[in-house]
T-cell receptor
Framework: DADVTQTPRNRITKTGKRIMLECSQT?????MYWYRQDPGLGLRLIYYSFDVKDINKGEISDGYSVSRQAQAKFSLSLESAIPNQTALYFC???????????FGPGTRLTVT | AQKITQTQPGMFVQEKEAVTLDCTYD???????LFWYKQPSSGEMIFLIY??????QNATEGRYSLNFQKARKSANLVISASQLGDSAMYFC???????????FGPGTRLSVLP
């Protein structure tokens, strides 16, 4: 079984809809991250969490919110989706600051 | 602020040859880490190699090595004996000691030719 899972893997939604992307991990890591990937821009950090009670905004948090339900679960919500939020979204975990991040398989989101 | 630059949008290499993917970074921190990830066409992100700013030796992992030149702020990835399966996007990334800043470069698309 995969260490970091994301659901759904693909989602098409309409402008204005609320949508939640979920991430679960079995690696036992405290740190979890949400990124979005757009062509030519690499990955950009949306939110990160160092533990259940610690949530921080990343580079591009506007229009997004997150919830850390447990050490193993970190959800990303788009309160009112807009077309420029169409992207590939990744969840990641890590053991600490200067350790590699382990990525989920990604969620491809299309907002029409 | 931290920044990663990858100046090669695309690279070609012949199978079995070595290839170097460039990465330069900008930071005012003394303690930081540099990472390389591979993203094949299937989309997943695969960690390849890590170099800490205080590491005196260049990192190596199998066919991957990281040519770390701290004074020049460069962290180039060298892939030896390229294989067809190495065709993918490659991202250079950087994190600081606080863990609050983690940035990726725009990536280099590597194509290995038979």
């Amino acid at each position: 079984d995969a260490d970091v899972t994301q659901t759904p893997r693909n989602r098409i939604t309409k402008t204005g809809k609320r949508i939640m992307l979920e991430c679960s991990q079995t690696k036992g890591h405290d740190r979890m991250y949400w990124y979005r990937q757009d062509p030519g821009l690499g990955l950009r950090l949306i939110y990160y969490s160092f533990d259940v009670k610690d949530i921080n905004k990343g580079e591009i948090s506007d229009g997004y919110s997150v919830s850390r339900q447990a050490q193993a679960k970190f959800s990303l919500s788009l309160e009112s989706a807009i077309p420029n939020q169409t992207a590939l979204y990744f969840c990641a975990t890590s053991k600490g600051s200067l350790y590699e991040q382990y990525f989920g398989p990604g969620t491809r989101l299309t907002v029409t | 602020a931290q920044k990663i630059t990858q100046t090669q949008p695309g690279m070609f290499v012949q199978e079995k040859e070595a290839v170097t993917l460039d990465c330069t970074y900008d930071t005012s921190d003394q303690s930081y880490g540099l990472f390389w990830y591979k993203q094949p066409s299937s989309g997943e992100m695969i960690f390849l190699i890590y170099q800490g700013s205080y590491d005196e030796q260049n990192a190596t992992e199998g066919r991957y090595s990281l040519n770390f030149q701290k004074a020049r702020k460069s962290a180039n990835l060298v892939i030896s004996a390229s294989q067809l399966g190495d065709s993918a996007m490659y991202f250079c990334a950087m994190g600081d000691a606080s863990g609050q800043n983690f940035v990726f470069g725009p990536g280099t698309r590597l194509s290995v030719l038979p």
